[in-house]
């Protein structure tokens, strides 16, 4: 199943867009069963395990993550957050229909609001990405902030 | 009340089994504390691993004093306030790095020693006939009136007077113990950056929440219930042990009889800790290999002892909170009387396999990160109250679980883990080292300022 440059784009506004609607059943579908959101602490970072990181979740993590978000005893939602990504084109940095790996940078800001508060983040998400037999699947999405190591407010919502 | 006119009658704010609002929401007490309370106490600097080598240093904030921790070149370790005698500059400003043999003020060129003594001036004979010998700037880069050296944590007290170090914390210094002694070669190493982020209420309410034993099945039922959940449906696929994240956070979800038979100890000045008899980290999983490493070092009954302790968290009066059985601390940074910078620092074990470093960074960034879904019901809770204490006609915060008339009087006691004895203990040494604000002396200034580099 070969795969073009407007799928990939195409995947990637679309999973933005599956978070801002809230359709986090769907948008974890998105994910390879050994599928990773990673979002490291220091800029450049390349360890994963062995230094703090403001996310490393595996399926079982962001399953839960997504279900309290929803969840009648999570507090900190009531009321709700909203939020919603405005994207750079995605820049499709690599193809490789032999080992079925493909990687997508694109740059984004995003904003997360609760009550009267409103918090601006902006970095690079980097996808890299695995056709399976249903579609296109994440196996890492790599959300680098710009100021990742300043001190932030609660940041409750998946960028 | 009118503190700024009557600075002693912050005294009146603590009362046997409540305290008042004003505690958590005036900027005039939060200027006092920043004034006295923050000055009269030993407040954690650093750690030594953070500058291993001769010039390395590591710039951070005690109250709200610009510092730098420094090792001079004959090894040992400087607290300098980070500002040059001159005009005032902050001299370095990266988190962390190495100065070489000299601290170079990048305004007007001045020259610093590693240990803050002055070097040189561009072109000194400007200062010819000036007095300048007798200014405070011949002086150079002045020193915190006191610091101290155990282990490697190094702390200082701002104050020129007080009590010494080991008088200050007393029995409390069992945990940073036994922390470093969980390292086969006792030696910690700090990893990699802290967590960073700002919670917008008064920093007591988060230095309260360390041995807030009450809270955790209620606030976090929405992170580790959904996660215990989730977990009995697919843990029957799940090849391979228990993954560390589900040991981590399952135990959140542990009812109050739990917690109560946590115990919680507490010791003179404000210092305690609960998971005196078991505690959320008793159950973890450990590899043979680190015992097979404890026992070469310290024989199997000694490295049964220490890792037998598993202490949950020790509070270090007034903002420090310290994990050793996951490797880590927290600072709890007063910004304003809203507003708190948290950081979460993490540790290597030298000698000590590998996953006990990936158990912390995991617990790090799912517990106490701003993107945890954990901590955003803790920080949930306390800008609730922050906002609530706006409230009228009850000026007063309850801390009476559990309260025994004739508890805090001994070096060392230990309660029921449900009990809010460590938050009494806390007030107890706030107004303690808040008496120089009535101008006592009582508190702080009985001895004289003898700092070491132990």
């Known amino acids: 199943m070969s795969v073009t440059e407007q799928e990939l784009i195409d995947f990637v506004v679309r999973e933005a867009r599956l978070l801002d609607e809230e359709r986090y059943e769907d948008w974890l579908e998105l994910f390879t069963s050994d599928g990773r959101y990673w979002m490291p602490l220091e800029p450049g970072q390349t360890e994963e395990k062995l230094v703090t990181s403001l996310l490393y979740e595996d399926m079982i993590l962001l399953t839960t993550r997504v279900r309290r978000l929803t969840g009648k005893l999570t507090y900190s939602q009531q009321p709700k957050s909203r939020g919603v990504h405005i994207l750079q084109l995605p820049a499709v940095d690599s193809m490789d229909e032999a080992a079925n790996v493909f990687h997508v940078h694109t740059p984004f800001q995003f904003i997360e609001s609760r009550m009267d508060e409103k918090e601006m983040y902006a970095g690079w998400m980097d996808h890299n990405l695995t056709m399976e037999k249903d579609g296109l699947k994440i196996k890492m999405k790599r959300v680098e902030l710009v100021n990742c190591d300043a001190a932030h407010h609660n940041m409750q919502l998946i960028i | 009340m009118t503190y700024l006119n009557n600075p002693g009658s912050v005294l009146d704010l603590v009362r046997e089994g409540e305290v008042h609002r004003d505690l958590y929401t005036s900027e005039a007490v939060f200027d006092l504390e920043i004034q006295h309370l923050f000055r009269n106490t030993w407040v954690y600097v650093g750690h030594a691993s953070q500058t291993p080598n001769p010039g390395d240093y590591f710039t951070t904030t005690v109250a709200d004093q610009p510092i730098v921790m420094i090792r001079h070149q004959d090894n040992t370790i400087k607290v300098l306030y980070n500002r040059c005698p001159h005009r005032g500059a902050e001299i370095v400003r990266d988190v962390h790095g190495c100065a070489g043999t000299s601290l170079r003020c990048p305004y007007h060129a001045w020259t610093f020693n590693t240990d803050g003594s002055l070097r040189r001036i561009p072109e000194r004979e400007g200062y010819d006939n000036t007095g300048f010998e007798s200014s405070h700037a011949a002086r150079g880069m002045t020193a915190v009136a006191a610091m101290h050296v155990h282990r490697e944590w190094v702390f200082c007290r701002l104050a020129e007077k007080g ?292």
């Not at chain 2, 080991?166 to 029995?171: H, P, Q, S």
């Not at chain 2, 006792?186 to 967590?195: H, I, K, S």
């Not at chain 2, 305690?272 to 008793?282: C, E, F, P």
């Open chain 2, 163 to 454: 009590e010494d170090f080991e008088t200050f914390f007393g029995g409390s210094l069992s945990t940073i113990d036994n922390f470093v002694d969980r390292s086969p070669a006792g030696r910690l190493e700090v990893v990699g950056a802290p967590l960073r982020y700002v919670n917008r209420c008064n920093w007591k309410m988060l230095i309260e929440n360390q041995t807030d034993t009450f809270h955790p099945m209620t606030v976090h039922a929405s992170s580790a219930m959904t996660a215990k959940t989730l977990w009995e449906e697919v843990k029957d696929k799940h090849e391979g042990p228990t993954p560390m994240v589900v040991e981590a956070i399952v135990p959140f979800t542990m009812p109050y009889n739990f917690y109560d038979g946590m115990g919680i100890r507490v010791w003179p000045n404000g210092h305690g800790h609960t998971g005196v008899h078991n505690s959320i980290h008793s159950d973890y999983t450990e590899e043979d290999e680190y015992f097979n490493a404890m026992r070469e070092a310290y024989g199997a009954e000694r490295a049964q002892e220490i890792l037998g302790e598993v202490r949950h968290n020790t509070v270090y009066f007034p903002n420090l909170m310290v994990k050793g059985p996951i490797q880590k601390l927290r600072l709890f940074k007063p910004i304003s009387a809203n507003e708190t910078l948290i950081e979460s620092w993490i540790f290597r074990l030298v000698g000590a396999p590998d996953y006990l470093l990936e158990r912390t960074a995991m617990y790090n960034r799912l517990i106490n990160a701003p993107t945890s879904m954990v901590g955003h019901d803790d920080t949930e809770m306390y800008e609730r109250a922050q906002q609530g204490l706006r409230a009228e006609r009850n000026e007063w915060v309850n801390i009476q679980r559990l309260q025994l008339h004739d508890e805090c009087t001994q070096p060392e006691e230990v309660h029921s883990g449900n009990s809010e004895v460590q938050f009494r203990n806390q007030f107890h040494a706030w107004l303690k080292y808040m008496a120089t604000a009535a101008g006592s002396i009582q508190a702080a200034a009985t001895q004289s300022a003898t700092g070491t580099d132990g």
